[in-house]
């Protein structure tokens, strides 16, 4: 299982971004897709996190801003951010819960990519 960040960079506060994820492989399931992020000197935080079965869930720091979407069949996820922030600055990682057979399941990880807001 392959999981493929794209997007982010960077923009003034006030400003938005978009970041996907594109899962590939040999999946039996997937039963969720989620954003975290990390900034320097900080923990790994969740973002914004969709089930298979359609229910989103956000950090509260993100609630109003951020919308999580899965596009393309299931197989990407998509994270809309507005009204970006200081502290949204970081390093997002997409990752994807799935099922490679109906009784074996993991976390599959991407290799992030940037977010930086600044004026």
């Known amino acids: 299982v392959q999981v493929v960040e794209s997007g982010g960079g960077s923009v003034q506060p006030g400003g938005s971004l978009s970041v996907s994820c594109v899962v590939s492989?040999?999946?039996?399931?997937?039963?969720?897709m989620t954003w975290y992020r990390q900034a320097p000197g900080s923990e790994r935080e969740l973002v914004a996190s969709?089930?298979?079965?359609?229910?989103?869930n956000y950090a509260d720091s993100v609630k109003g801003r951020f919308t999580i979407s899965r596009i393309n069949g299931g197989n990407t996820v998509s994270l809309q951010m507005n009204s970006l922030k200081p502290e949204d600055t970081a390093v997002y990682y997409c990752?994807?819960?799935?099922?490679?057979?109906?009784?074996?399941?993991?976390?599959?990880w991407g290799q992030g990519t940037q977010v930086t807001v600044s004026s």
């Open positions: 990752t994807v819960r799935a099922y490679t057979d109906p009784g074996a399941w993991g976390d599959y």
């Open positions: 969709r089930t298979s079965g359609g229910s989103s």
């Open positions: 492989g040999s999946m039996f399931s997937i039963v969720a």
